[in-house]
């Protein structure tokens, strides 16, 4: 839980950020091979320059790094509610990181079709991670649940 909190608020963070770094452009700069629209990436470097194009518009990456952010954000959430369940032993709270869990398998499946649709080879890359953090989550569940059942059989909160 504590990890929770501390990830995702530094994710929600990056996730923010990274939202600046996309701009679409129709029709492409002349710097690009695209003709028609394409979604220009800002590159490392503080000038504003654009580090690469893509065709079609930034919407998939914009959803992807918003739906990120808003992970990130019930992850702190949730952990924070994990933190004062467990801390003064209220069987109810648990229910909180529960149930983001399940929320959370269901936020890396879309993310990750996201990906894919956006952009196929690296997308595609996205899944492995992805199906460590759904055995993740579902270890969670287990866990929080167990949790749950045995502060309940204990204090009958």
Avoid: H
């Amino acid at each position: 839980a504590v990890c929770w909190i501390i990830f995702g608020a530094y994710g929600a963070y990056s996730a923010s950020a990274s939202l600046a770094l996309y701009d679409t452009f129709d029709p492409c700069p002349s710097s690009s091979v695209s003709s028609g629209e394409c979604c220009g990436i800002r590159g490392p470097s503080t000038t504003g320059s654009y580090g690469a194009y893509i065709d079609g518009n930034c919407e998939p990456f914009l959803s992807a790094a918003k739906l990120s952010m808003a992970d990130n954000i019930l992850a702190c959430l949730a952990g924070v509610c994990g933190v004062v369940g467990l801390a003064v032993l209220v069987s109810w709270i648990l229910f909180v990181p529960m149930g983001y869990a399940v929320v959370q398998i269901v936020l890396t499946i879309v993310s990750v079709v996201l990906a894919i649709s956006a952009l196929s080879v690296l997308g595609a890359l996205t899944v492995v991670p992805a199906i460590f953090s759904i055995g993740i989550s579902i270890c969670i569940v287990i866990l929080f649940w167990n949790n749950y059942r045995l502060i309940k059989d204990i204090l009958g909160k």
